[in-house]
């Protein structure tokens, strides 16, 4: 029998991936800021952190939640860094960077499509299909964390409405899926993208100060509250087994 090696796409699987997003927001800030640790050595410490995880995921031959989870909140982590980075450090400005992994994310797929014929998540049983798949995860954190802060920096929305534009977003995509037929597998990868700034807009709101439109609950807190609740509900899927897929 051949298993998924990344999980059904549940109630569960959006509960944890919106608060994976949410807490690689606040522990990328807390590491860069608040540790004193700067972007540069923040990206380099969770980049080789990241490295370990995504080895010790390739080596399931099926769903692992522990495993593909921990990749998830450090791709999330990596992901917030790389935007950072661009426009902190180098410079560049968030509509270019939303525009250049926009277009990284639409090559991955076109690459990923002419390898496999496929894009379907119910199928990743190969190494080179679960490389496309990573490497699109990756794309879709860093696109959903420049297109977020677009939006609620340059544009000035703030956090919180941001936030409700980007979940009107979700919102409008579950509708197309339950009554419109939209393509399933588009569906997925959109609503993987907004979901970053979504989760992103909550992490902020939590943690960041009351001068500048959050409730100041600070990084610590924000990060130990989504890291402790991600544990209870990968612990769940653990015992139940839910969210592993056998392949067709």
């Not at 939640?65 to 998830?72: D, H, K, Q, R, T």
């Amino acid at each position: 029998m051949t298993y998924n090696r990344v999980p059904k796409v549940t109630a569960d699987f959006w509960i944890i991936k919106l608060l994976a997003v949410t807490m690689g927001e606040t522990a990328a800030d807390y590491l860069a800021v608040n540790m004193g640790l700067g972007l540069t050595a923040t990206s380099l410490l969770m980049t080789g952190v990241l490295v370990v995880a995504l080895v010790l995921q390739f080596a399931q031959k099926r769903y692992a939640p522990w495993a593909y989870w921990l990749a998830v909140v450090l791709i999330s982590v990596v992901g917030t860094l790389v935007t950072d980075n661009l426009v902190d450090t180098f410079g560049v400005k968030l509509v270019t960077s939303t525009w250049i992994f926009a277009l990284a994310l639409a090559v991955t797929f076109a690459l990923w499509f002419a390898s496999e014929r496929t894009l379907s998540i119910h199928a990743i049983f190969t190494t080179k299909r679960e490389a496309f798949y990573w490497l699109a995860i990756l794309f879709t954190f860093a696109l959903g964390t420049a297109a977020g802060d677009l939006v609620s920096e340059q544009f000035g929305l703030g956090y919180l409405a941001t936030g409700v534009l980007f979940g009107l977003i979700i919102a409008s995509l579950c509708f197309g899926y339950a009554f419109l037929k939209l393509d399933p597998i588009l569906g997925f990868w959109l609503s993987y993208i907004f979901t970053r700034p979504l989760g992103a807009s909550v992490g902020d709101f939590l943690s960041q100060p009351g001068e500048y439109g959050g409730l100041g609950l600070g990084t610590i807190v924000t990060s130990a509250l989504f890291l402790g609740t991600i544990v209870l509900v990968v612990a769940y899927q653990s015992l139940t087994r839910n969210g592993l897929e056998t392949v067709d």
